[in-house]
């Protein structure tokens, strides 16, 4: 039965499986994938004489589909990391291979025996310097409406981020946040959640904070870095960033998966990393990458802002996926 | 002719016509009644056999308010949308036929834009910094700006305008059909205008509004984008949940559960229709 749906639905999705020399890359399109275009399947088809072709967005549920039915036209794709760790105990994933992979500059933070990193971000409180005045120092002040009032914006969907930022402004350690409390979280969430706009995607946030409908928020660096870019009044704390990750995995019977493997030391090697990062502004997981990059790229990206830095646990979210969700969309909807 | 040799003529036309619908019903079937019978496998076997996912869907607080709010908007926006497009629809029918195509290009037009990009549009119109409240705000008539997005009412503003074609074009066929010398005579006989509109017109176009309405409020019940952008998280509805489930958080049983129940209320509705209305009037047939 369930090969009967999933076959349905792959064989509707088939249109682009690659031949011999070809794999598909797929990520979540906009200027991230441009990026990844750019910086990693280009230079790797010109030396490996390989094409990558471009798929996308990621979907989770196409993925599981495809790998039910036996059907793979995906060769490498991105994903967020707590979900790389989750399918990879769903048996979704094909074990790297890291013969093929050199693995000692990798930063151990971001790759495992089923996923390499593919970059990874920050989130960082930002501001419209127009529609703030004076300058929020912290996850505390978002929450504070009397001193800092408007309306602030959050990500919309249940990932790790906006949990540990509540118990950090209600002063949990952060060496304290896991397991996290989620009574707490929420009735901390439940003291501004009627000035709370809410945003499902990286061009909404930008949006949100430039027109200053929102006027503060917890943003990915990346988009910080890009509405810099684009000369927006735009004030940034690093104070108490949250770092996760985008991972490459290659998916249970991929067809092309020598070329995958190929590819993923190429996206991983310093000169991909650093190229990414530089028109990305997310951080390179290849510890050797920052020596091909320019000084100012460097400062902006999160690995200069270390200090206070905080990791949300991949693995304890890969663990309580289901229930953090189920009980993150009641609470929205009430 | 006897009834038997009446029968005896009609009998062999049905096979017939059978014969030239198959390859129309093997699409049918293969197309629409395969994955649905698939889809509600799917729903009582992952990921154990059992109607779990039915009870779980069916006795939990917040699963009930979503599948209540998709009614309530698919409603809502039903309701305004008729209000609003019987006027158009009635000059259109009524005005010279070259000016009425070139107002039928303009509302075709519009629904060959990308749907993204009109929702977009109206964001940036309905926010808080928007257009509509600078431009109120500037006027004086409001020192705060109007709540007009992430909320009900912008849901409503959003979906009436991409789905006032859907109820015009019907409405237009229907409103055509109606002769003039109706409504002169209605006058003739000491009618008012809105007597003659209650009893004359509204009663005769209301095949084109329960055609038009029943396509706008099925399509309003599986909209995901509309709602997505311009509504509020407490105004979730049924098919972003559904994606959810499905591309997410990957529980497929429950997202085939939930897309099944939609579909049944959907097809009790529809049957509900059929009876109020008459089928030759609930598709359209005037």
């Given at each position: 039965m369930k090969l009967i749906f999933a076959g349905i639905l792959a064989g509707l999705m088939a249109t682009t499986a690659a031949k011999a020399d070809e794999m598909v890359f797929t990520s979540w399109g906009g200027t991230t994938q441009e990026a990844q275009t750019k910086s990693w399947a280009e230079p790797f088809s010109a030396s490996s004489g390989i094409k990558v072709l471009q798929d996308g967005p990621t979907d989770y549920g196409k993925l599981k589909a495809m790998v039910d039915a036996k059907n793979v036209t995906w060769d490498v794709v991105d994903v967020e990391m707590d979900f790389a760790i989750k399918a990879a105990k769903d048996g979704l994933l094909e074990p790297i291979d890291f013969a093929a992979v050199p693995k000692a500059d990798l930063d151990p933070r971001?790759?495992?025996?089923?996923?390499?990193?593919?970059?990874?971000?920050?989130?960082?409180?930002?501001?419209?310097?127009?529609?703030?005045?004076?300058?929020?120092?912290?996850?505390?002040?978002?929450?504070?409406?009397?001193?800092?009032?408007?309306?602030?914006?959050?990500?919309?969907?249940?990932?790790?981020?906006?949990?540990?930022?509540?118990?950090?402004?209600?002063?949990?350690?952060?060496?304290?946040?896991?397991?996290?409390?989620?009574?707490?979280?929420?009735?901390?969430?439940?003291?501004?959640?009627?000035?709370?706009?809410?945003?499902?995607?990286?061009?909404?946030?930008?949006q949100l904070i430039a027109s200053g409908e929102a006027a503060f928020g917890q943003l990915w660096?990346?988009?910080?870095?890009?509405?810099?870019?684009?000369?927006?009044?735009?004030?940034?704390?690093?104070?108490?960033?949250?770092?996760?990750?985008?991972?490459?995995?290659?998916?249970?019977?991929?067809?092309?998966?020598?070329?995958?493997?190929?590819?993923?030391?190429?996206?991983?090697?310093?000169?991909?990393?650093?190229?990414?990062?530089?028109?990305?502004?997310?951080?390179?997981?290849?510890?050797?990458?920052?020596?091909?990059?320019?000084?100012?790229?460097?400062?902006?990206?999160?690995?200069?802002?270390?200090?206070?830095?905080?990791?949300?646990?991949?693995?304890?979210?890969?663990?309580?996926?289901?229930?953090?969700?189920?009980?993150?969309?009641?609470?929205?909807?009430? | 002719m006897s009834v038997e040799a009446q029968q005896g003529i009609a009998t062999p036309r049905i096979p017939a016509g059978l014969g030239g619908l198959l390859p129309a019903l093997i699409l049918i079937g293969l197309f629409f009644v395969v994955p649905v019978l698939a889809l509600l496998l799917r729903s009582v076997t992952d990921p154990a056999p059992g109607l779990q996912n039915y009870a779980a869907l069916l006795g939990d607080g917040t699963y009930a308010r979503v599948f209540f709010n998709t009614f309530l908007v698919a409603a809502v926006v039903t309701i305004v949308t008729v209000l609003v497009a019987f006027p158009v629809a009635w000059m259109l029918a009524i005005m010279p036929a070259a000016l009425a195509s070139i107002l039928f290009g303009i509302?075709?037009?519009?629904?060959?834009?990308?749907?993204?990009?009109?929702?977009?549009?109206?964001?940036?119109?309905?926010?808080?910094?928007?257009?509509?409240?600078?431009?109120?705000?500037?006027?004086?008539?409001?020192?705060?700006?109007?709540?007009?997005?992430?909320?009900?009412?912008?849901?409503?503003?959003?979906?009436?305008?991409?789905?006032?074609?859907?109820?015009?074009?019907?409405?237009?066929?229907?409103?055509?059909?109606?002769?003039?010398?109706?409504?002169?005579?209605?006058?003739?006989?000491g009618a008012s205008p809105l007597a003659a509109f209650r009893r004359i017109l509204l009663p005769l176009s209301l095949p084109g509004i329960a055609a038009?309405?029943?396509?706008?409020?099925?399509?309003?019940?599986?909209?995901?984008?509309?709602?997505?952008?311009?509504?509020?998280?407490?105004?979730?509805?049924?098919?972003?949940?559904?994606?959810?489930?499905?591309?997410?958080?990957?529980?497929?049983?429950?997202?085939?559960?939930?897309?099944?129940?939609?579909?049944?209320?959907?097809?009790?509705?529809?049957?509900?229709?059929?009876?109020?209305?008459?089928?030759?009037?609930?598709?359209?047939?005037?």
């Amino acid at each position: 039965m369930k090969l009967i749906f999933a076959g349905i639905l792959a064989g509707l999705m088939a249109t682009t499986a690659a031949k011999a020399d070809e794999m598909v890359f797929t990520s979540w399109g906009g200027t991230t994938q441009e990026a990844q275009t750019k910086s990693w399947a280009e230079p790797f088809s010109a030396s490996s004489g390989i094409k990558v072709l471009q798929d996308g967005p990621t979907d989770y549920g196409k993925l599981k589909a495809m790998v039910d039915a036996k059907n793979v036209t995906w060769d490498v794709v991105d994903v967020e990391m707590d979900f790389a760790i989750k399918a990879a105990k769903d048996g979704l994933l094909e074990p790297i291979d890291f013969a093929a992979v050199p693995k000692a500059d990798l930063d151990p933070r971001f790759s495992n025996e089923n996923a390499v990193g593919s970059f990874y971000y920050s989130f960082a409180l930002a501001w419209n310097k127009g529609a703030v005045s004076g300058e929020p120092a912290g996850w505390a002040d978002m929450f504070d409406t009397k001193k800092f009032p408007g309306k602030r914006t959050f990500y919309k969907w249940s990932a790790p981020g906006v949990i540990e930022i509540a118990l950090l402004a209600d002063g949990v350690p952060a060496d304290k946040l896991y397991p996290l409390d989620l009574d707490r979280a929420f009735k901390k969430l439940d003291t501004i959640k009627s000035d709370i706009v809410w945003w499902g995607g990286g061009a909404e946030s930008q949006q949100l904070i430039a027109s200053g409908e929102a006027a503060f928020g917890q943003l990915w660096n990346g988009r910080v870095f890009a509405l810099e870019k684009d000369g927006a009044d735009v004030g940034v704390s690093w104070n108490q960033n949250l770092t996760a990750a985008d991972v490459l995995v290659v998916p249970k019977g991929a067809k092309n998966r020598d070329a995958a493997m190929k590819f993923l030391a190429a996206a991983t090697s310093p000169t991909g990393q650093a190229k990414f990062a530089e028109a990305s502004g997310y951080a390179p997981i290849n510890t050797k990458a920052k020596a091909e990059m320019p000084a100012d790229v460097v400062k902006g990206l999160p690995d200069a802002h270390v200090d206070g830095q905080i990791n949300l646990d991949m693995n304890y979210w890969a663990e309580h996926r289901d229930e953090i969700a189920k009980r993150w969309y009641a609470w929205q909807a009430k | 002719m006897s009834v038997e040799a009446q029968q005896g003529i009609a009998t062999p036309r049905i096979p017939a016509g059978l014969g030239g619908l198959l390859p129309a019903l093997i699409l049918i079937g293969l197309f629409f009644v395969v994955p649905v019978l698939a889809l509600l496998l799917r729903s009582v076997t992952d990921p154990a056999p059992g109607l779990q996912n039915y009870a779980a869907l069916l006795g939990d607080g917040t699963y009930a308010r979503v599948f209540f709010n998709t009614f309530l908007v698919a409603a809502v926006v039903t309701i305004v949308t008729v209000l609003v497009a019987f006027p158009v629809a009635w000059m259109l029918a009524i005005m010279p036929a070259a000016l009425a195509s070139i107002l039928f290009g303009i509302i075709i037009l519009s629904m060959w834009t990308n749907l993204l990009t009109r929702t977009y549009a109206w964001m940036v119109l309905l926010q808080r910094t928007g257009v509509i409240n600078r431009a109120l705000m500037g006027a004086g008539i409001i020192d705060q700006p109007l709540p007009l997005i992430n909320n009900l009412t912008g849901v409503t503003i959003g979906m009436v305008y991409i789905m006032l074609p859907f109820m015009i074009l019907p409405l237009v066929g229907t409103l055509r059909a109606i002769d003039p010398m109706t409504l002169r005579a209605a006058a003739l006989c000491g009618a008012s205008p809105l007597a003659a509109f209650r009893r004359i017109l509204l009663p005769l176009s209301l095949p084109g509004i329960a055609a038009g309405g029943l396509m706008v409020f099925v399509m309003s019940l599986g909209y995901f984008v509309t709602p997505a952008l311009l509504g509020g998280t407490s105004n979730m509805m049924l098919a972003e949940m559904i994606a959810q489930m499905i591309q997410s958080l990957l529980n497929w049983g429950l997202g085939s559960a939930a897309a099944f129940i939609l579909l049944v209320v959907t097809m009790a509705l529809y049957a509900l229709q059929l009876r109020l209305v008459g089928s030759k009037r609930a598709v359209g047939g005037a």
